[in-house]
């Protein structure tokens, strides 16, 4: 059973639309992160936060930006789409700041934009 | 900085095969290592782990040893299924940040 949740599973969308993709958990972790994951399967860190109101860009550099304002909810968005966004999105959460404990991943949001 | 290198794939067996997927690593200090197994149209799950040198972990018939000679993690299934069809990824842990490999594509054949 899923702790944490992305929604939409799917999404199609226009050149030029503002859109956020959600991720909530409800195992009260503190660390959550956004990865995006490339057709060839690499993962690359896009921001990660360490708790409410911390928020720093990862490894790739991405036109998104995201928020912590709660605890459990760490929304993502990109202001204007491209082509170039498309892509699958996976969110990630975790206890242990060293993750010792390993992460738990969302089932992920595969966007299209045309 | 840290680094991990597994096998490229797709790995392509049939079933009541063997698999192996190596993994070795690159890391300062001592962190733990994992194993995540991606299915179709899924996100990543935590398929194993071991947090110092000589630990195994198992799960599902899948084992991997720490071994910190040889900076590896390399995974094993005595008896593969199709329904292991995934991609597997090794993990290192142990900063803030783990990093992980590429990912290596399992296709179990009936």
């Known amino acids: 059973e899923a702790d944490i949740y992305q929604t939409p599973r799917y999404l199609v969308i226009g050149t030029g639309k503002k859109i956020t993709l959600e991720c909530s958990q409800t195992?009260?972790?503190?660390?959550m992160y956004w990865y995006q994951q490339d057709p060839g399967m690499e993962l690359h860190l896009i921001h990660y936060s360490y708790g409410v109101n911390s928020t720093e860009k990862g490894d790739l550099s991405s036109e998104s930006t995201v928020s912590r304002i709660r605890t459990e909810h760490f929304p993502l968005t990109l202001e204007s789409a491209r082509p170039s966004h498309t892509s699958q999105y996976l969110c990630a959460s975790s206890l242990d700041g060293r993750v010792y404990d390993g992460y738990t991943f969302g089932s992920g949001t595969r966007l299209t934009v045309v | 900085g840290d680094s991990v290198t597994q096998m490229e794939g797709p790995v392509t067996l049939s079933e009541e095969a063997f698999l192996t997927i190596n993994c070795t690593y690159t890391a300062t200090g001592y962190p733990s290592l994992f194993w995540y197994v991606q299915y179709p149209g899924e996100g990543l799950q935590l398929l194993l782990k071991?947090?110092?040198?000589?630990d195994k972990g198992s799960n599902k018939g899948f084992e991997a040893t720490y071994r910190k000679e040889t900076t590896s993690f390399h995974l094993e299934k005595g008896s593969v299924q199709v329904s292991d069809s995934a991609v597997y990824f090794c993990a290192l842990g142990g900063s803030y940040i783990p990093t992980f490999g590429r990912g290596t594509s399992l296709i179990v054949h009936p």
């Open positions: 071991a947090t110092k040198a000589d």
């Open positions: 195992m009260g972790h503190d660390k």
